[in-house]
Structure formats: C-alpha cells, structure tokens
C-alpha cells in the first residue's frame, strides 16, 4: 500500500477564477474538470459545470478573458499542489436529454498567447536561446532558457507563430519547451531547454513512497503499458549543410540518445545491436550554414530519434506531481524497470464517477497523440520554387558580391541575410561580374525552401521599370535585338536583323562614342560633341590593308620622337596650297633623275650655293650669274 496521499480518493480539483475560488454552490455543480499538459502544446483546461439556469458562469466571472487556476487540494492542505494557470479563450453550452444543459469553459495557458498571428523577422548573429528570451518577454511571460553555443548569421521566423518557431527551434538542437507552474508559488514561467534526465527521477523505495515512483501492483496504478523497441532506430544520426564561407560542405553526427535508462540497451547500443554500427538517419529537413550548426542539428537529431525507443502508457489515481518534464521511476517491471521522463500528462477530475486520475505517457520527443499524428508533416514554412525580391543594399562588408534583399509580398520590415548573386561562368578568377542595385526586382530562390538562405537569380523588368531598348526593337517577328545596357547607359546591343545587321558598343545611349561592327559595312568608330579618338600602344601599332588607307582631317600631323619614314612604291604629295618642307638639319633628295618643274619661277637662295658635277649645262633665253 502505498502511502503517497495523492493516490487516494479524497483529492479535489479546486477551481480560483482572478485568484477567487468558485462560489460554494457553483462548486458543487462542477461534472468534469480536464488539464491536458504535453510538451511542445499549450496546456488546456475544461471545466464543465451543471447550469440548468444558465447563470452559473456570470455569476462566477467565468468569461473569456479572465485568469484560472486549478489546484490539486488534499485533506487539510488548502492550498494545494498547482496544476494549471491560465486565459479562458471560449465558452460551450452542450445539452442531452441525459445529462440536462452544461456549460463548458476552455482555457489555455499562456503559450496560446504566441499563437495569435504569424510574422516573418529576422534574427542576426544570434543564438537560440537569445532569440527565445527576446520572444519571452516580448508577450511578457517569465523565461528560463538554457543556454545555447552556436550563433548563426541570421534566424529567420518565416511566416510562423512565435510558439511554432520557438517550437522548430528546440527541436532543431533536441531542447523541449512548455509553460512549467512552480509548485511553491504557482507562477507560469516558459521553460525552453533539455528535457528532464530520467536518472534524476527518485527511487521507489523508502518510507514513504515518492509520488514520482510507480510500482508495479500497487493501488495507486490503474493500469500501465510499457514497450521498448528498437524498429527503426539507427546508431547515429546526421544533418548536412553547406559553408558559404568556404564554399565547402558541412556534416554533422551524432549518437542516439534516448531519455529513458531501463533494464535493458541503451537506444545506441539496442540501435547498434539491430541494424549495425554503421546505420546513420540522415536528415535533410534543415541545411545548416556551417559545422558548428550541422553539429547541434545532430545531437537533436539524435535526441528525436531515440523518443522510439521507449513507450510508457500508464493510468494512476489523482497525482498533481506527474507533469510533463519530470522524472518517473517504474519499479516491478522486469526487463522495463528504469526511470522514464513524462512528455505528456491529463489530470481528469469527475467527482460523480471516479472522482481524481491522472493519465501519463512517457514517448522521448516524438508526439503520438491524434494531434502529433495530424501534425506530423514537415510544419516549417517552406519557400519552394522562386520568389520576387526588392534589393536593398549591395554594400557587402566581406567584399564577396553579396546583396541584402526585402520581400514586400511577405514582410513590409523583413530584410533578408547577406545573399550570394548567380553569374554567369563563374570560377576562380573567371565569370561574368554584374551586380544588381537597390531598388531593382530580382527572382530568388531559397536553399532547401528556407528562408534564411536566399539565392539571387537574375534581375527583372516590369511595366514600371523597362529595359533601355524597347520591347517593340528587340523583337520583330523574331528576336532581332540582343542588349546589355548600365545604369549610365553604356551599351552592347547584338542587331540580328538581317538589314542591318551589327554589332555595337557605345557609351552613355550612343550620345558619345560609337564602335560598330557590321558584315556590310565594316568596322566604324564615332565620337559625338567633340569627343577625341586617342590610340595609345606601349609598343609597335601597325595598319594593314590590302586596299587604300585614307585619312581625312582638317589636319593632319605626323609626329615622331625618332625618325618618319614613307614609303611606296609611288608617293605623291598634293596640296591645294603650298607645300613647305622645314628642317634644322639637311634636307636631301636622291633619285635616278631629279626634276624641278613650275608653272612659274624657281627660285634657289642660300648663303652658298655648290654644284658639282661631270657635266653642267645651264640653259635659257637669258641667263644671269651675277652677284
């Protein structure tokens, strides 16, 4: 027999409405009072009251809105043991011709506060557990989060309620969180962190018997269900990810580690034993951004993995102390003797039947009720295929041609992390380098659907934003014009159309310089509004054509630091006025025959003037030597 005065028929369920016990009358006319408790749930309470005139609620402030509690009160201890704190958020009125007209009341602690909405934020360079106490008091709830190692680049809540996201969150790294009451003062506090060791649970033995300790035939226990098994379970588990940083993959693992130490394997070693050392569950539900978050996702892995191994069903009399995340300790049970931690408790109260039990089930991490089973499809908000995205920055502190990115369908504040942009060939020191700017529209894709991850593809015209060539150019009947065009209008534009077919890079939209290239017509180069062609060569520049070459300026200068030479087969210097030849030095002319020719006089003057020659003849009508 035991002696724990809990597991007699003597305990109440008492109900305080705003910290005021229900009327006296109004207490007697209670038929059911339910606290389901679950980790990874809000808590919920039902009050079902006997109200044939239907004014037992008003006259009690049951209303939604109002804080309940529900106390566990036994023999002289008024104050009792606290099993439930929380918001009435609706009210039932059922009626049978059995059971008359009942008014129901539904509250939930006050995780349900974080369920109203979902929003999309990001967290940057910070840890879990920051984040989770950021949320905390954010809805004013007291918070206990063990801390976390790994800090990540940015978290991101992607269309999530803030429960849901702090929910993904401790999964990830094997954590569980729930609204715990301190049963000393009975105040609600969001606990997030391990889950309760099973070794810290008491052992079933002493002078009086722990309420945490369960012996098998004893009269506190109604009936027990208690299974071990190994199906399914692997030796490790993995997640991968990817380090952009390095550009290099990153691999977590870790062991499967259950929360249960019965008289039999341990999960890793009863995993090992069934499918081999080697047997590895590899989860690619997240991409983590390096080593260090590939690591942690493991050990959580790990954590989830085990919740199989182990499976504790089991119906006491009334037991306020058996909550989700504490330890218990089953005894008489042969090979299952062991201590198991409770994931899930319901403390049902009918004074009319069989009064105060309590129902617990102890499963690791893994949800097995109806609820777990509707949910148990991926719950994460995925983005897959691709998105339009606002750029918003393209200032990349680490250089590596990165941009920041809004996306206003989803979050008018949520401004992406730092995400890498597609180009073209890229390679060591190869690829096309052409970076969006802020303001433009771009087409994104988002690593494994997650959010915190972004991919640019490529960048997007709209009705509001067109290209610099229009539409009506670029295709007549087929595509005739491909473009390229900067934000200061320097273009390449690819002309298919067979009458004019060319290639053509110009600057500032043509206004400037031209450089066209074109099957029909040759190579041309064009300046605009004075604009100068300048060649410049730190070595030979040479011109060849197999036809003429022409040059026409206004003027025309041929410069040389050394000497200039013209030759061919024939040369002809023509001009329309005269022809001056100057030198600091001497000029010479050497040919087979010399001839001198004008229309009008020729005329030599020098200081001195030198002819020498076998023969000179000096011919004319008149001819003068003189001084």
């Known amino acids: 027999m035991s002696t724990n005065p809990f597991n007699t028929a003597g305990v109440q369920l008492h109900v305080l409405v705003d910290g005021v016990p229900l009327l006296e009358q109004s207490a007697m006319l209670i038929s059911n009072i339910t606290v389901e ?29 109002v804080l309940i509690e529900i106390r566990a009160i036994s023999g002289e201890d008024i104050i009792g043991v606290p099993l439930f704190s929380g918001q009435v958020e609706s009210i039932e009125l059922r009626f049978d011709h059995t059971a008359g007209v009942r008014s129901v009341v539904r509250a939930y602690d006050l995780a349900h506060k974080m369920l109203h909405g979902r929003k999309t934020t990001g967290f940057p360079l910070s840890l879990y557990s920051e984040i989770v106490e950021a949320i905390g008091l954010e809805h004013g709830i007291a918070t206990l989060a063990e801390p976390t190692e790994v800090p990540y680049t940015m978290v991101v809540q992607s269309n999530e309620s803030d429960w849901d996201f702090i929910v993904r969150l401790a999964r990830e790294v094997g954590y569980v969180t729930f609204i715990s009451i301190d049963p000393a003062v009975g105040l609600p506090s969001l606990y997030w962190g391990l889950m309760a060791p099973a070794e810290t649970a008491p052992p079933p033995v002493g ?66 034993e069934l499918g081999g050392p080697t047997a590895q569950l590899v989860s690619l539900e997240r991409i983590a951004e390096n080593e260090a978050a590939t690591e942690a996702a493991s050990v959580g892995l790990g954590f989830r993995l085990a919740g199989s191994y182990s499976n504790i069903e089991a119906i006491v009399r009334g037991n306020p102390f058996l909550m989700p995340n504490s330890a218990i300790s089953i005894s008489k049970a ?45 719950s994460t908000f995925k983005l897959n295929g691709v998105y339009p995205a606002i750029v918003t920055d393209v200032e990349d502190p680490e250089f590596l041609g990165r941009v920041l990115l809004s996306f206003p369908w989803l979050s008018e504040t949520f401004v992406s992390t730092w995400a890498r942009v597609v180009q ?66 320097h273009q390449l534009l690819f002309n298919d159309n067979p009458d004019d077919s060319s290639l053509t890079i110009q600057t500032t939209f043509g206004a400037s310089c031209i450089v066209r290239l074109s099957p029909e017509t040759g190579i041309s ?3 605009i509004e004075g604009q100068p062609i300048i060649i410049n060569s730190d070595a030979e520049v040479t011109v060849n054509s197999e036809g003429a070459v022409v040059i026409n300026a206004s003027e025309v200068t041929l410069s040389g630091e050394g000497a200039v030479e013209i030759n061919g087969a024939d040369v002809s210097i023509t001009a329309e006025g005269a022809v001056e030849i100057t030198t600091e030095g001497a000029i010479t002319l050497t040919g087979s025959d010399i001839n001198l020719a004008s229309e009008g006089s020729v005329s030599i003057e020098a200081d001195m003037i030198s002819l020498v020659a076998g023969e000179i003849n000096i011919a004319g009508g008149i001819v003068s030597l003189g001084a």
């Open 207 to 272: 002078v009086e018997l722990s309420p945490r300790a369960i012996v098998i035939g004893d009269d506190g226990l109604i009936s027990l269900r208690a299974t071990v098994s190994g199906s399914g379970l692997t030796a490790s588990a993995s997640t991968r990810g990817w380090d952009q940083s390095l550009a290099i993959p990153a691999i977590g693992e870790g062991p499967t580690i259950g929360d249960a130490s019965a008289n039999v394997l341990l999960p890793v070693e009863l995993a090992t």
């Open 334 to 378: 042969g090979v299952l003797t062991g201590e198991y931690t409770v994931t899930s408790s319901t403390h049902t109260f009918e004074p009319r039947s069989f009064g105060y039990r309590t129902q617990i089930m102890c499963a690791g991490y893994e949800d097995r009720t109806l609820m777990g089973l509707q949910g148990a499809a991926e």
């Open 37 to 65: 408790s679950q980790l990874f749930l809000p808590s919920l309470c039902e009050i079902e009251l006997v109200d044939s005139g239907q004014g037992v609620l008003l006259e009690n402030g049951l209303v939604a809105g």
């Open 424 to 489: 073209q060939g890229a390679g060591e020191g190869l690829g096309m380098q052409i970076m969006p700017e802020p303001t433009d529209e771009v087409l994104v894709a988002f690593e494994n659907g997650q959010l915190d991850s972004p991919y640019v593809l490529g960048g997007l015209y709209s009705a509001d934003r067109l290209g610099a060539v229009p539409a009506a150019e670029l295709i007549e009947g087929t595509t005739m014009v491909r473009a390229f065009t900067s934000r200061e209008g």
């Open 525 to 527: 180069i064009t300046t």
